[in-house]
């Protein structure tokens, strides 16, 4: 029996252009990923038995295709047949939110039970298995801060710096797949290298529809452009983010955020605790 608990943490998308449609239906984009220092913590527990359990149970998600358990599926394969593992969540990000609850839940349980299970994966082939899982799950078994294109799985580290930030749960669930089948969705975005982006920023393609389609959305980011004019979405919504040098800035407006309106503060980091587990190649 081996144990281990580990930080599954929120990114933020500092940008998200679309820039085409695939054939496949998929689209081509271009965005950064920001990993923050704040998100759920999962605990795994080793069996030989076989048995997988996953506790506490999530309302309204079944078993079977919660993206934990879709992760434990996929690995399994490669383990003893008499592997298992008891996994305890702690559930801090909401769901819904575009700040990668469950791409990284994936990520960190097949990263997690590679390493506890000795499957031996390296960390190009995990990040095929999380590609089925879902195109965010790459960059978090990736583990780093990251400039990324195709689908979001041609992932570039990049080094940021250290910025804080606020970010606000508007109390509505956007379905991804809704504003990415949208027909007044943006799809032919220019594309930008790296440099423009961090000399002139970039916008979030998504943020103009689901504002229209969200009225929460919209209430939660003009309120939040009163202190940073460029607060944005981060992915397809729901959640808003402005950013600040000092913890301090983002605090006092913590501080000044609507009773209605969740907000947490976190800081943005260039790796996550997942990079220590990570094969080589």
Known sequence: M???????????????????????????????????????????????????????????????????????????????????????????????????????NAATTLVALNHLWACNLGKVQLQKIGLTLGADVPVFINAQTAWAEGVGEQLDAIEMQPKWFLVAQPDCHVSTAEIFSHKDLTRDTSAIKVAAFLERGGQNDCEALVRKLYPEVDKALIWLQKFDRNAKMTGTGACVFASFDTAEEAQKVQALAPKNLPVFVAQGINKSPLYKLLPSS
Do not use: C
């Open 2 to 104: 081996a144990s281990l608990t580990l930080l599954s943490p929120a990114k933020l998308n500092l940008f998200l252009h679309i820039t085409g449609r695939r054939a496949d239906g998929y689209h081509n984009l271009q965005t950064l990923f920001q990993l923050l220092n704040y998100g759920d913590t999962l605990s795994f527990t080793t069996n030989d038995e076989a048995r997988i359990t996953l506790a506490p149970d999530l309302p309204g998600v079944n078993f079977e295709q919660n993206l934990i358990i879709k992760a434990v599926r996929a690995l399994a394969p490669f383990a003893p047949a008499t592997a298992g593992v008891d996994i305890q969540l702690e559930k801090r990000l909401p769901m819904g939110g575009g700040i990668g609850g469950g791409s990284s």
